[in-house]
């Protein structure tokens, strides 16, 4: 597959302060991917430093294949952009807004554009001020959405917006990547990325920590397993099990904790007069909450 964004030993510091530490990423064309950590972890310095509105202090970065530094307005041409902080022209209505990016762009699709202002439900005609932050938010979207880029990067992109907007945003980037675009999306809401994205880099204090995809982060954290007999079991061949743990004994059931493949579990309870058999999959936030808790006063949402 291509490689739409690569960062290698990407770093910036901002003297004392820490901003983002050796930073490897590859993502590939046509892929959602979740950028996920705690607010002040790093997320908004790596994408300022992908769109070179900020330089690294040391490590490169390319998008497109080109160096972020050489020629940044020819990555721009190509991208989409929702900032996580969205602020514009008080004065202007939502359609002047709209139509201002649309013409810098040199021209997009109105039906698309109108399409995207009733699948997101908003009012176009307010003024910009007059605007809630859900509102907003959604003129963000439009402008970043309107022209159909190659790429979409996306900075905390659901912030204000209601369950229902929140599930059309949902389906427009899965519309998104059928038509293979690819979308860059920076969060600190763990189901978001869970709903969404295909592989997931978590970062934490300016390191990335982790990255696979969503599926296999899951398989980080054990699984709670609960076995009911028809008659009562010895448990001593279940706690013999690599990766069982917390294994307690009430009557003719079984309950414990499965780390890594369940697949040996389920074999030994078949050799056995089963009668029920219930696995609960861990949630992402359940494996990120276990693998590094939480961050000094940032709590993971």
């Known amino acids: 597959m291509t490689s739409i964004i690569q960062t290698e030993s990407l770093t910036k510091s901002y003297g004392v302060h820490r901003g983002i530490v050796e930073v490897d990423l590859d993502v590939q064309a046509g892929e959602i991917f979740g950028f996920l950590g705690p607010n002040g972890a790093g997320k908004t310095t790596t994408i300022r430093i992908l769109l070179d509105l900020i330089r690294p202090s040391s490590g490169r970065a390319s998008v497109f294949g080109i160096e972020t530094t050489a020629d940044p307005v020819a990555i721009h041409r190509r991208i989409g952009y929702l900032p996580g902080e969205f602020s514009l022209?008080?004065?202007?209505?939502?359609?002047?807004?709209?139509e201002y990016f649309s013409n810098l762009r040199g021209g997009v699709d109105r039906a698309y554009v109108a399409e995207l202002v009733e699948r997101l439900g908003l009012d176009p005609s307010r003024r910009f001020r007059e605007y809630s932050k859900g509102n907003k938010q959604k003129v963000g979207l439009i402008c970043a959405l309107q022209h159909k880029p190659e790429l979409l990067i996306l900075d905390e992109p659901t912030a204000g917006l209601d369950p229902l907007v929140q599930q059309v945003f949902n389906e427009l980037l899965f519309e998104?990547?059928?038509a293979g675009r690819t979308i860059f999306l920076s969060s600190h809401i763990i189901s978001?990325?869970?709903?969404?994205?295909?592989?997931?880099?978590?970062?934490?204090?300016?390191?990335?920590?982790?990255?696979?995809?969503?599926?296999?982060?899951?398989?980080?954290?054990?699984?709670?397993?609960?076995?009911?007999?028809?008659?009562?079991?010895?448990?001593?061949?279940?706690?013999?099990?690599?990766?069982?743990?917390?294994?307690?004994?009430?009557?003719?059931?079984?309950?414990?904790?499965?780390?890594?493949?369940?697949?040996?579990?389920?074999?030994?309870?078949?050799?056995?007069?089963?009668?029920?058999?219930?696995?609960?999959?861990?949630?992402?936030?359940?494996?990120?909450?276990?693998?590094?808790?939480?961050?000094?006063?940032?709590?993971?949402?």
């Open 176 to 178: 998104a990547k059928a």
């Open 89 to 98: 022209y008080d004065r202007l209505t939502g359609t002047e807004t709209i």
């Open 192 to 301: 978001e990325v869970e709903r969404t994205c295909d592989r997931v880099a978590i970062i934490r204090d300016g390191r990335i920590v982790r990255l696979d995809t969503v599926d296999a982060l899951r398989e980080l954290a054990a699984h709670e397993v609960e076995l009911r007999f028809a008659e009562p079991v010895d448990p001593a061949p279940y706690a013999a099990v690599a990766g069982v743990s917390n294994l307690v004994v009430e009557g003719r059931s079984l309950r414990m904790l499965v780390s890594g493949p369940i697949a040996p579990v389920v074999r030994l309870a078949a050799q056995g007069h089963l009668v029920d058999f219930v696995s609960r999959e861990p949630s992402l936030e359940e494996v990120f909450l276990a693998e590094y808790g939480t961050a000094a006063g940032q709590p993971i949402r």
